[in-house]
């Protein structure tokens, strides 16, 4: 025997004490109806006017973002949706697509009033519904909010990492070929006659050179001191190519020097010296090319321990603000250079350590100077600046940009749960709320002073537990 509505209702875990008398009210004023698979429930853009009891069949909710849609989940049969007493949504942000035949009861928000005079604990329902709906769409909202933070991060990170190791790749590579090629050019340093005395002599050239790398040379002078090696190893009748002038320059290489091993050498036997000279700097210039690109992944894989700080408890302890915050802007280089964003400190050392939970003040951080990078997209020349100041027992940061400003009717609003001006897709709504969370919980204080060309975020935390 097929179940009334009543008993149908009576199924749903909200609805269960709700007196017979008042769902029976409820289906006297709904709509009665199927939508077969493949319909809307209802789409983006609709006015939130009816609340939906779903007796049989199941929906996708769908959001579109700017670049894809995203499946916030399915509703099936027992689940209640649309508008619920007190809430303030308007229009409906998502899509609701019917995957299995739908069977619907629908109420009309017009008849709200009349629902909270008559029917209590039917509201009240209605209401722990809307409660637990909150809730679990509040959850949904923060954990999208880490989602899309750790995409940034990644997508930089990635970015910061793939250029080191390609060098390290491409550094393997051609020192692989260049070290196939030794043996030729050994075979004609060998068969050269020189006493312990001169083969030293010409190793101490070499290695001073080594050890006294000078500093980057511009285009222009590059090119004049290879003119003049070139010039030189002409007059001396030694064949030569390209990389060996290159070579020698890059490491400082004078006429004195080659004058010096002309000495030791004899002239016949200079060109096969040099040469091995030469195919001992491009090792040397491939090594330190793989060891600086190392060192630079290295250092990223610190600033992403330390970003997380994954390895300590999530409690409060003593820990160094600026470390923080220079890991935080390591994790968005990538946007930043992108953005071609100067980056300026003016770092008080003597703060000294705050008490603070590591993790969770990067977030904070994060998610203060992405927005500020955001909101500098089309500033010519932008500057981002940082700024830690010791006052009295207190540490204040300062986070400024000097973007076109915030808004007064957004500024009243921007700690909202919900609220963003980011376009769908590149915010939750849920950053700066989480950041007045985090500093609360960390007894401080943020406050905001925007106007066209300078926005300040300051914060004021206590320097002692």
């Known amino acids: 025997m097929e179940k009334s509505l009543v008993e149908k209702l009576q199924s749903f875990e909200q609805l269960k004490d709700v007196p017979p008398e008042q769902l029976q009210w409820l289906i006297n004023h709904s709509t009665h109806y199927t939508l077969p698979e493949g319909e809307y429930l209802f789409k983006s853009g609709n006015p939130i006017d009816h609340t939906y009891f779903i007796l049989q069949g199941a929906y996708r909710i769908l959001l579109n973002t700017s670049n894809q849609q995203m499946d916030l989940g399915v509703n099936e049969e027992g689940d209640i949706t649309g508008y619920l007493p007190f809430s303030r949504g308007k229009n409906s942000r998502a899509f609701g697509l019917v995957i299995r035949d739908l069977e619907v009861l629908t109420f009309p928000k017009t008849l709200e009033k009349e629902l909270i005079a008559n029917n209590y604990e039917l509201t009240a329902a209605l209401v722990q519904a809307m409660t637990s709906r909150v809730r679990e769409f509040t959850a949904l909202q923060k954990q999208n909010e880490k989602m899309m933070a750790l ?205 603070i939970v590591v993790s969770a003040m990067n977030q904070v951080w994060t998610n203060v100077i992405d927005n500020a990078i955001d909101a500098m997209e089309n500033t010519p020349n932008p500057v981002l600046q940082i700024s830690t100041i010791k006052d009295g027992n207190f540490a204040k940061i300062q986070i400024i940009d000097n973007g076109p400003g915030i808004p007064d009717d957004v500024l009243s609003r921007i700690w909202d749960p919900f609220f963003t001006t980011k376009e769908m897709g590149k915010g939750t709504g849920m950053g700066l709320e989480v950041v007045q969370q985090i500093v609360s919980q960390h007894y401080g204080k943020v406050t905001v002073h925007s106007q066209p060309g300078r926005t300040l975020f300051e914060f004021c935390f206590p320097r002692t537990i």
């Open 151 to 355: 995409g940034k991060l990644s997508a930089g990170l990635a970015h910061e990492l793939n250029n080191p190791a390609a060098a390290i790749v491409r550094g393997s590579s051609e020192l692989r070929k260049h070290l196939q090629l030794q043996p030729e050019a050994f075979k004609k340093v060998i068969n050269i006659k020189m006493t312990a005395e001169q083969i030293d002599g010409v190793n101490a050239i070499l290695f001073n050179r080594l050890q006294s790398k000078p500093a980057p040379l511009s285009l222009m002078e590059r090119t004049e001191c290879e003119d003049e090696i070139i010039d030189w190893l002409e007059d001396h009748n030694i064949p030569h190519d390209e990389d060996t002038a290159e070579n020698l320059v890059e490491f400082g290489f004078e006429e004195e020097d080659f004058d010096k091993i002309l000495e030791l050498v004899p002239e016949a036997d200079l060109g096969p010296v040099l040469k091995w000279i030469s195919n001992n700097l491009t090792t040397e210039r491939l090594v330190e090319d793989i060891q600086e690109a190392s060192d630079r992944i290295s250092s990223l894989i610190g600033s992403v321990k330390s970003y997380t700080h994954m390895d300590q408890a999530s409690e409060r302890h003593m820990a160094d603000v600026h470390q923080g915050i220079r890991n935080t802007l390591t994790m968005l280089n990538h946007k930043i250079k992108k953005s071609n964003i100067t980056v300026e400190y003016n770092l008080d050392d003597s703060i000294g350590d705050i008490p």
